[in-house]
T-cell receptor, first 114, second 114 residues
Framework: GNSVTQMEGPVTLSEEAFLTINCTYTATGYPSLFWYVQYPGEGLQLLLKATKADDKGSNKGFEATYRKETTSFHLEKGSVQVSDSAVYFC?????????????FGKGTKLSVIP | DTAVSQTPKYLVTQMGNDKSIKCEQNLGHDTMYWYKQDSKKFLKIMFSYNNKELIINETVPNRFSPKSPDKAHLNLHINSLELGDSAVYFC?????????????FGPGTRLTVT
């Protein structure tokens, strides 16, 4: 079956520090990969996505590259801000049971301190 | 303007009661989902509906029943509530024809069973 493993948090960084959140996946097919973000008290929002190998997704200064050889989709940002404090979820989408299904990692809580 | 909306935002009830959570999307999407997020933030899919047909039914208790009166609505009805049902429930939708399964989430309903 499909699965997503991401680094456990919480992660605490100072403002302007470099961020990496590791994510690896297991899938039977050729999945699309996503990073979703959940700000406190809100639902999930799509942060970025990549649909095939070597694609790079980017948004709001965040980047992640679809690495088929290492089955990874690590999230990076060069300089984090306090407003980036949230829970980040890595996810994959693959066809299963007649429909595309999202499988999520367990989430990584990021706290950015001034 | 809200793409995916849920009501109520908070729901506090006693064990044994029956309750419903409503979800509506105005995006014209084909598929809607219900997720359960536990206290550790882990997201697990419960159901999805495509054009009013159930296509994914994970191993959830049959006390939970999704009801879709039309393509824009997917309500979640829960019978005989138990303490372990306390969680945040998220509705989501996607346009499956795109094949990339980007999902749009509602703001969540925090259910507390006492």
């Amino acid at each position: 079956g499909n699965s997503v493993t991401q680094m456990e948090g919480p992660v605490t960084l100072s403002e302007e520090a470099f961020l990496t959140i590791n994510c690896t996946y297991t899938a039977t097919g050729y999945p699309s990969l996503f990073w979703y973000v959940q700000y406190p008290g809100e639902g999930l929002q799509l942060l970025l996505k990549a649909t095939k190998a070597d694609d790079k997704g980017s948004n709001k200064g965040f980047e992640a590259t679809y690495r088929k050889e290492t089955t990874s989709f690590h999230l990076e940002k060069g300089s984090v801000q306090v407003s980036d404090s949230a829970v980040y979820f890595c996810a994959l989408s693959d066809m299963g049971a007649g429909s595309y299904q999202l499988t999520f990692g367990k989430g990584t809580k990021l706290s950015v301190i001034p | 303007d809200t793409a995916v909306s849920q009501t109520p935002k908070y729901l506090v009830t006693q064990m044994g009661n029956d309750k419903s959570i409503k979800c509506e999307q105005n995006l014209g999407h084909d598929t809607m989902y219900w997720y359960k997020q536990d206290s550790k933030k882990f997201l697990k899919i419960m159901f999805s509906y495509n054009n009013k047909e159930l296509i994914i039914n994970e191993t959830v208790p049959n006390r939970f029943s999704p009801k879709s009166p039309d393509k824009a609505h997917l309500n979640l009805h829960i019978n005989s509530l138990e303490l372990g049902d306390s969680a945040v429930y998220f509705c989501a939708s996607s346009q499956e024809a795109r094949g990339q399964n980007e999902q749009y989430f509602g703001p969540g309903t925090r259910l507390t069973v006492t």
